[in-house]
């Protein structure tokens, strides 16, 4: 034996708020840059693109936050009575609840004896803790937290928002049909690639696809726009 320490750097620790991240800039480059696409279709003037975008940047923010901190509070929720329902199960029937975590045990591939074995030094360590890992599915890495969905989801709407709203502060109405757009492309394909790399995948791929629906977005946004002269 060599003794050298192998380590591997596994990345599924960062899904509740890189998912959350994600989520919150993407929303918040595809739906700011689409609004102000569409009112510029329609024919509005810089003060009320400018104004419109704003209001949907704020507007966005705290609905991502609010839906954010909601969504994973219901999951909370119900890891909290999953577990509570667990714990009561160990007080009042202990030896059923080591029968399941054995049979979980045989059913992953150990033999009878080793699984009994297992179970049994689990449970002696911490037995809600090797019930929620194995037969519920919770672990700390992916158990929800609310607050932190909600800031990361909120803070990376206004990040990826800001810039079609600095756009349309600094540019003429005139430029904005293809400036914002290209602008929010460019953003896109940089959000689908940089996430895609801190989830271990493809780059590529990961900007494509974001690229895509938020080009499809903006595109169909543009067209009510004309055909409808308003600001939607």
Not at 114 to 121: D, M, P, T, Y
Not at 205 to 214: K, P, T
Request: charged share 15%.
């Amino acid at each position: 034996m060599s003794g050298t320490h192998h380590s591997e750097h596994h990345r599924i620790h960062r899904s509740g708020w890189l998912r959350a991240a994600v989520l919150g800039a993407n929303d918040g480059i595809v739906s700011t840059a689409s609004l102000l696409v569409g009112i510029a279709a329609a024919g509005a003037d810089s003060a009320q693109i400018l104004l419109a975008g704003v209001a949907g940047l704020t507007a966005g923010a705290m609905s991502m936050a609010a839906g954010e901190y909601v969504s994973v509070k219901s999951q909370e929720d119900t890891e909290r009575a999953d577990l509570q329902m667990e714990a009561h199960a160990l007080e009042h029937n202990h030896e059923a609840e080591h029968r399941e975590l054995a049979a979980i045990y045989r059913e992953r591939g150990l033999d009878a004896e080793l699984a009994e074995e297992v179970a049994r030094q689990l449970m002696r360590h911490n037995a809600l803790e090797a019930h929620a890992r194995d037969e519920i599915g919770i672990t700390a890495e992916l158990s929800a937290q609310p607050l932190q969905a909600a800031f990361w989801s909120a803070a990376a709407f206004t990040l990826g928002g800001a810039f079609p709203v600095a756009a349309a502060a600094t540019a003429p109405a005139a430029a904005l049909l293809w400036l914002i757009p290209s602008l929010a492309i460019a953003l896109l394909a940089a959000l689908g690639a940089t996430a895609a790399v801190a989830g271990g995948a493809s780059p590529l791929r990961g900007a494509v696809r974001v690229c895509f629906w938020g080009t499809l977005a903006m595109g169909l946004t543009a067209a009510v726009g004309r055909l409808f002269g308003v600001a939607v």
